[in-house]
């Protein structure tokens, strides 16, 4: 891992370059959101650096909502995704245990993995509801991404993680490496920074194995009060980035279409004959906790909550699983 300076000016062009080889997506902010758009010549100016966090998951570039796994796995041009939080980052860890097992690898995912270049972005603030460190993740990524991005005045900093980006490195203009290890001491600082941040928002919540057993011990007061304001619409799962849930639907001309499902929508454990175990609304609800905080992690080695806080931004119940938390220590 080492660090390259290139100015900003430099980088966009550069990205203007790439295009005609690569698709890129990079976050823009606006008045109402920051999320991922394609990105066009002309539209460097749009780029939002270092803010946290794109509002759709990553995990959507390779899991789309609806696709027919049945057709031929496509390669497509090679894309560059810029701009992915690390809570996200960490949360294709548990995609790639899922997806990428040896025993039953997903074509689809895995053509999509190998042909993304990924670039994350330290997040130098925070948002209401990010509880990453809480989770022991940082809100800069080190390992699993290809780079990461940083962003100062009229510089851009660039983290190089693997031996696959090098190749993006050698099509960057005038870009060179940092041998002044004063030049990065304001990274250093924004890190600490925003864990500190971090770290006093979220005082007092319990970090994943604790939660664990928290879940575990609750007894079903805590679901029914929290279930009533739950109206089922499956955001929290959805917006999530590491629920994978999925349909298959046979359609006719031999199409299997997988598409995403949710374990808070009605009848998702409906077997034939009409049996349902998860058909009261507490019970659906709690299954969603128990699947991230103690099942998941029976069986997986990452995580399968990374503290991002979609779930309690998308609810419409207004369901803040932290408070759910705080009131069961």
Known sequence: MYYLSIKKEDWHRSLEKLLSSHDIFVPVKDQYSLDYEPYRPGQAENIAYNL??????????????RENVASAVNNGRPRIIIGAPNCDIEALGLLDEIYLDEAFADPFYRNRRSNTLLIGSDCFTLNEHCHCTSYGIKPFTTENADMSI????????????SERAEKLVRQLESAAGVSDPARLRFAEERHGETEALL????????????????????????????????????????????????????????????QMDACQYPGFERVAGGEDALFELPHRFRNRYMCKYIWRPQKFKSLACTGCGRCIEACIGRINKNELFMELT
């Open 52 to 65: 946290p966090k794109p509002a759709t998951p990553l995990k959507n570039f390779f899991l789309p909502v």
């Open 199 to 258: 770290a006093e928002h979220n005082k007092g919540l319990p970090d994943y194995r604790a939660t664990g057993e928290i879940v575990k011990k609750a007894g079903s007061s805590i679901w029914v009060k929290y279930a009533s304001k739950c109206v089922s619409c499956g955001a929290c799962t959805t917006i999530c980035p590491t629920c994978t849930c999925f349909l298959l639907i046979d359609r006719p001309g031999f199409e299997k279409v997988k």
């Open 150 to 161: 940083l962003a100062r005045g009229d510089d851009i900093f660039l983290r190089v993680i």
